[in-house]
């Protein structure tokens, strides 16, 4: 028994034999400490993976919570006469908590033996320089946009839609926490756009470390749980960087139910003209505000509601049209 514990201790002192703890950040010695603690490295990849998602996600969907449950900021939500109730949020949460440790925890002893495959580094320290990082997260979020542009609009087909990715479709306004409530086989289909960049960038490379692509999976929930928050402030961050989508962008897909299929960027929809709706839509929103400029504050809500009811009763009709339930030319008739 002593002598067994023993030998792994060595295994794991031995993953750290050339290394000079005295060089490294605190952050590198706390890295080295983690898989020196846990002494298996597929567990401590595979816990560490399972921790700072849940961490990431629940952590950045707190404030939007809290954001919803504060009548001031309604003026600058997207779809102001739908503001999700603490049940709703629950139910939502209490979903993806499940697809988290039923489907996501059981696989993710799978994440340390893969990466290891390709080539990556995991246990090691130092990190990469930042000079390294900046443009690998750049590449991977470049990837994961264009691969989601086209995965999603391939969702919106027949038997996947209705099938798949209705379920992501159940709010038409959608909140904050409801970026990961999905099918399995969509979490699954739509996530390979988030890890498979960082693997066979690795694979062509052979350089890459784990880290980074933690900071990449961070700054990727962040961007999936902004854009589904429901919220447009004039700080977002689309209004620093034009070609951002954020949620004034995301919040069109799921009211209308067409157009804006990709996630971080504006540019695939531009290009292939998938966001000729969404422009039209904005631009009816520019003109109802110049018409009602001189009216009162009622009048210009009312206006904009009624405008968002209208696009809300086109999605309802494409939707149908996409699950096979209703004939195309029906929106011919409309
Ligand atoms: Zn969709
Ligand atoms: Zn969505």
């Known amino acids: 028994m002593s002598l067994n ?6 295994t794991a002192q031995q993953l ?29 990849t595979g816990l560490m993976s399972f921790l700072l998602h ?15 449950a504060i009548p001031y900021f309604q003026k600058w939500k997207l779809q102001p006469n739908k503001i999700p109730t603490p049940q709703e949020q629950w139910e939502c949460t209490k979903q993806v908590l499940f697809s ?20 990556m580094a995991t246990h090691q320290v130092p990190f990469p320089s930042w ?4 443009p690998q997260i750049a590449i991977f979020f470049v990837f994961e946009d264009m691969f989601h542009y086209f995965a999603h609009q391939a969702l919106h087909t027949g038997a996947l839609y209705k099938h798949i990715h209705k379920i992501h479709h159940k709010y038409s306004a959608p909140f904050g926490l409801a970026a990961e409530y999905a099918h399995p086989a969509e979490v699954f289909i739509l996530g390979t756009g988030t890890i498979a960049g960082p693997l066979l960038y690795c694979y062509f490379t052979q350089n890459l470390h784990i880290f980074t692509v933690y900071i990449w999976i961070t700054l990727r929930l962040f961007q999936a749980i902004d854009a589904h928050s429901g919220y447009d402030f004039p700080w977002s ?10 949620a004034e962008h995301h919040d069109f897909h799921h009211m209308a139910f067409t157009n804006n299929y990709s996630t971080s960027f504006r540019w695939c929809d531009r290009i292939f003209g ?25 009048e210009q809500d009312a206006a904009e509601k009624q405008l968002i009811a209208q696009i809300e009763a086109e999605g309802l009709l ?16 409309q």
């Open 131 to 134: 000079q390294t990082m900046l």
């Open 237 to 246: 961050l689309q209004h620093i960087i034009p070609f951002w989508s954020g």
């Open 274 to 298: 998938t966001d000729d709706k969404y422009r039209e839509y904005r631009a009816r929103i520019t003109a109802s505000k110049e018409a009602m400029k001189n009216k009162s504050k009622a």
């Open 318 to 333: 494409a939707e149908a049209i996409a699950e096979g339930s209703a004939p195309a030319k029906t929106i011919k008739v």
């Open 54 to 68: 849940e961490i990431v996600y629940f952590g950045r969907s707190i404030p939007w919570i809290i954001i919803d």
């Open 100 to 119: 988290h440790f039923t489907i996501e925890l059981p696989a993710i002893w799978l994440f340390h033996p893969t990466a290891e495959s390709f080539g």
């Open 5 to 10: 514990a023993t030998v792994v201790h060595q």
């Open 16 to 44: 750290y034999a050339n290394v000079d703890f005295s060089t490294l950040s605190w952050l590198e010695q706390q890295w080295a400490a983690w898989y020196l603690w846990i002494d298996n490295p597929i567990i401590a």
